[in-house]
């Protein structure tokens, strides 16, 4: 082996397993806050009192639906300027505009799109599900 660290195959194996390593401990780190703040939110404080909003639940249903929407809104926002230069507050305002505006259209989206296709969904693959069931005990009721 030489000083360098071996042959470039052990050391893209090694940094692949790092990668992987460090991965998997913040998935693990998170996993472990998230489970603490769901513990912890019987606390009263300040910190928990933020962190435990119930509007954080509403937010967090519509965050698939205001992705979608969030470039559409941002490229209007950006592409509208006359002048290509910005200052620090404008494009401060520019990220609170395009969040509350993609929160805003994500919301009717959602409740006239999204949740009743979930729904439907659901109910779909019930229906599919119980006759299965259904399909699946008479044939083992006619073999007995």
């Known amino acids: 082996m030489s000083?360098?660290?071996?042959?470039p195959e052990e050391r893209e194996a090694i940094a692949v397993s790092l990668d992987i390593a460090k991965a998997?401990?913040?998935v693990l780190k998170k996993a472990l806050f998230f489970r603490l703040l769901k513990e912890k939110c019987r606390w009263i404080g300040p910190a928990t009192s933020i962190l435990c909003w119930p509007g954080w639940r509403v937010l967090?249903?519509?965050s698939l639906t205001t992705l979608m929407t969030h470039v559409l809104v941002n490229m209007q926002i950006?592409?509208?300027r006359i002048h290509n230069t910005m200052s620090q507050t404008q494009m401060l305002a520019d990220a609170a505009a395009v969040t509350v505006i993609s929160y805003l259209l994500a919301l009717p989206l959602?409740?006239?799109i999204e949740y009743p296709a979930?729904?439907?969904y659901k109910a779909v693959v019930d229906i599919s599900s119980r006759k299965e069931t259904e399909n699946h005990t008479s044939v083992k009721s006619k073999q007995l």
Do not use: D, I
Request: aromatic share 4%; charged share 10%.
């Open 110 to 112: 959602a409740l006239l």
């Open 78 to 80: 950006t592409l509208s």
């Open 24 to 26: 998997f401990g913040m």
């Open 118 to 120: 979930v729904q439907l």
């Open 3 to 7: 000083k360098s660290g071996g042959n």
């Open 60 to 62: 967090s249903r519509l």
